[in-house]
Nanobody, 125 residues
């Protein structure tokens, strides 16, 4: 079992940048595909970005392609999400998630085994 803790969320102006971090404990992150999801008020939780267990494959939602970058540091057990050129529509609670299927990146929330508590990102216009 793995415990996930997100950090880094805050208020930022449109066009700005922010890096979220997901820190894991309990097991090494190399045993999981990792992903970031987000949920805005009144909306369903949606996939943002994912990275497979080896770190060789990534996937991004169309809405964030070219603006967000996901990486992983298995030695430090962290998964950063670098967000650039932020837009008001990026406002949401961002969640880190882990999936034991390391060979694929699932883009639906129910495919993930473990979740963090979330961190709020607010982008002002």
């Amino acid at each position: 079992q793995v415990q996930l803790v997100e950090s880094g969320g805050r208020l930022v102006q449109a066009g700005g940048s922010l890096t979220l971090s997901c820190t894991a404990s309990g097991r090494t992150l190399s045993a999981y595909t990792m992903a970031w999801f987000r949920q805005a008020p009144g909306k369903e939780r949606e996939f943002v970005a994912g990275i497979d267990g080896a770190g060789g494959q990534t996937n991004f939602a169309d809405s964030v392609k070219g603006r967000f970058t996901i990486s992983r540091d298995n030695a430090k057990n962290t998964v950063p999400l670098q967000m650039n050129n932020l837009k008001p529509e990026d406002t949401a609670v961002y969640y880190c998630a882990a999936d034991r299927r390391t060979w694929t990146i699932v883009t639906t929330a129910f495919g993930y085994d473990y979740w963090g508590q979330g961190t709020q990102v607010t982008v002002s216009s």
